[in-house]
Nanobody, 119 residues
Framework: QVQLVESGGGLVQPGGSPRLSCAAS????????MGWFRQAPGKERELVAQ???????NYADSVKGRFTISRDNSRNTIYLQMNSLRPEDTAVYYC?????????????WGQGTQVTVSS
């Protein structure tokens, strides 16, 4: 069972530029995509950014132009570079690994890392 470990969250001032990391515990086959989701208090979990195995990326409209997702296959790690943070970016950020086989698929999730944007 692959485990995902996030790091890089914390208290950040508005306009700050932290970087989140997510490391997978082992090399995983049949990966379709990896990404970041977030969940703010009282809201549903939402997609923030996603990167496929052929490096196609997808971003939520609210973070386009501010956040960048990337990956390092040699380290089984993905990153989320967040720039120009706003208070509304405050949420728990979850790493996601989506694995797809011919007849089924499954999601793996990290434990989440809190990002709080406040002065």
């Amino acid at each position: 069972q692959v485990q995902l470990v996030e790091s890089g969250g914390g208290l950040v001032q508005p306009g700050g530029s932290p970087r989140l990391s997510c490391a997978a515990s082992q090399t995983t086959f049949n990966i379709d995509s990896m990404g970041w989701f977030r969940q703010a208090p009282g809201k549903e979990r939402e997609l923030v950014a996603q990167i496929t195995t052929n490096d196609r990326t997808n971003y939520a409209d609210s973070v386009k132009g501010r956040f960048t997702i990337s990956r390092d296959n040699s380290r089984n790690t993905i990153y989320l570079q967040m720039n120009s943070l706003r208070p509304e970016d405050t949420a728990v950020y979850y790493c996601n690994l989506y694995v797809k086989w011919p007849l089924t698929s499954t999601d793996f999730w990290g434990q989440g890392t809190q990002v709080t944007v406040s002065s």
